[in-house]
């Protein structure tokens, strides 16, 4: 395992996942307005189960494509990542957009989104811009890229 054969893409991912996890576990909202009110203690308690169950699946799949690359796994392995990672990150990334500036927990009136909540949004931008670079690099001169071309055919026999 050689963290060397990260990549810009793998990075950015990574680094997201972790920083989306930490978001996760900081407060999102507040209500300041309303004394006693506690529209969620956590972003895990604040977003649903729904959409926390959906960016843990994001985390892992950024965790993957991490240490499938500088595990020098099979090139499927780290691709398979990327392409789940690119197909599920954007979805995920607008239903929290969705949650921290639409639907608010509790009146939409009272609360307000704390800097946590936009942290993590900017943590899953970076997962998935990630991803994205990830599947863009076309590295031609790494091992796994190699390839020789079978020998040319022979021609086939003049017709007399």
Known sequence: MSLRRLRAGEWLAAIGAVGLVAALCLDWFEAPGVPGADPGATGWSAIGWLLALVLVVVAGLAAWLAVATAADASVAQPVMAAVLLSALGPVALVALVVRVAVAQPGDDAFVGARPAA???LVALGLVVAGAWRSIADERTTAP?????PPPARPAP????
């Not at 796994?144 to 020789?148: D, L, Q």
């Open 118 to 120: 936009y942290a993590g």
């Open 144 to 148: 796994a890229s190699a390839y020789t």
């Open 157 to 160: 026999p003049a017709r007399a």
